[in-house]
C-alpha cells in the first residue's frame, strides 16, 4: 500500500525550514527519501532503517518512528537548490522493491 | 550522474508494436531495479534481480512485459504489443545491498511515448 506524503505542496522562502512527512499503515524495514527535479532521475538522499534512527548531511535530516510507521524530512536553511519534489519509498521486511508516495512538492522563493 | 545509464533516453512507437529498453548499472551492484513513473505520480516498482535471477515482480508487470539480466550485468526490458497506457518514464536503479542498507541508485530513465 502506498505510503501517505503531507503536506503535498510547500512554498518557501530561502532560509525558511520545512518538513516533509510520511506514514505508512504497514510495518516498514526501511524508509528511503529521494529529491526528484523535473524531467530528471530521482535522486537518493538518505535511508532510515527500523530502530527510530534520525540521519542527516548537510542541512538536510530525517528521523523514523517506528512505532507509528511514520519518518519525516527536516529541510533547514532551505536553499534555492532545494527545490523539487520529494518522495518517500517504503520498504517491507522480504520485498526489496520500494512502493513510493506521491511526493512534496517544494518551491523556495529567493 | 549517479552511473546507471539507461538507452534509449525517449522512445516514440505505434501502439501494437514492441519496445526494449537497455539499462547499465553501476558496476559491481549486484541488484538491479525496474520501475515506472508517470506524471505526477511517484515511481512504481516493476521488477528487480539480484545478479542474473529476477526475483520479485509486481503485479503491474502484466504478460507483455518481460525483462532479462543476462550474466548479471545490464539489463533490458521489453514491452510486447505496446499500448497507449504504456506511456511512461521507465526508470531503472541499481543498488550494491551492502548489509541491511539497500540505497537504490537511478538512472535517467527512457521516456515512451506509445501513439
Known amino acids: 500500500q502506498q505510503p501517505v506524503q503531507s503536506p503535498q505542496a510547500v512554498i518557501l522562502r530561502e532560509g525558511e525550514d520545512a518538513v516533509i512527512n510520511c506514514s505508512s499503515s504497514?510495518?516498514?524495514?526501511?524508509v528511503h527519501w529521494y529529491r526528484q527535479k523535473h524531467g530528471e532521475a530521482p535522486v537518493f538522499l538518505m535511508i532510515?532503517?527500523?530502530?527510530?534512527e534520525q540521519k542527516g548531511h548537510d542541512k538536510i535530516s530525517a528521523s523514523f518512528n517506528e512505532k507509528k510507521q511514520q519518518s519525516s524530512l527536516y529541510l533547514t536553511a532551505s536553499q534555492l537548490s532545494y527545490s523539487g519534489t520529494y518522495f518517500c519509498?517504503?520498504?517491507?521486511?522480504?520485498?526489496?522493491?520500494?512502493?513510493f508516495g506521491k511526493g512534496t512538492h517544494l518551491i523556495i522563493q529567493p | 550522474d549517479t552511473g546507471v545509464s539507461q538507452n534509449p533516453r525517449h522512445k516514440i512507437t505505434k501502439r501494437g508494436q514492441n519496445v526494449t529498453f537497455r539499462c547499465d548499472p553501476i558496476?559491481?551492484?549486484?541488484?538491479l531495479y525496474w520501475y515506472r513513473q508517470t506524471l505526477g505520480q511517484g515511481p512504481e516498482f516493476l521488477t528487480y534481480?539480484?545478479?542474473?535471477?529476477?526475483?520479485?515482480k509486481s503485479r503491474l508487470l502484466s504478460d507483455r512485459f518481460s525483462a532479462e539480466r543476462p550474466k548479471g550485468s545490464f539489463s533490458t526490458l521489453e514491452i510486447q504489443r505496446t499500448e497507449q497506457g504504456d506511456s511512461a518514464m521507465y526508470l531503472c536503479?541499481?543498488?550494491?545491498?551492502?548489509?541491511?542498507?539497500?540505497?537504490?541508485?537511478f538512472g535517467p530513465g527512457t521516456r515512451l511515448t506509445v501513439l
Open positions: 536503479a541499481s543498488s550494491p545491498r551492502v548489509s541491511s542498507y539497500n540505497e537504490q541508485f
Open positions: 504497514k510495518a516498514l524495514y526501511s
Open positions: 532510515l532503517l527500523k530502530g527510530g
Open positions: 519509498g517504503t520498504e517491507l521486511a522480504g520485498a526489496d522493491g520500494l512502493t
Open positions: 558496476s559491481e551492484h549486484n541488484r
Open positions: 534481480f539480484q545478479n542474473e535471477a529476477q526475483l520479485e
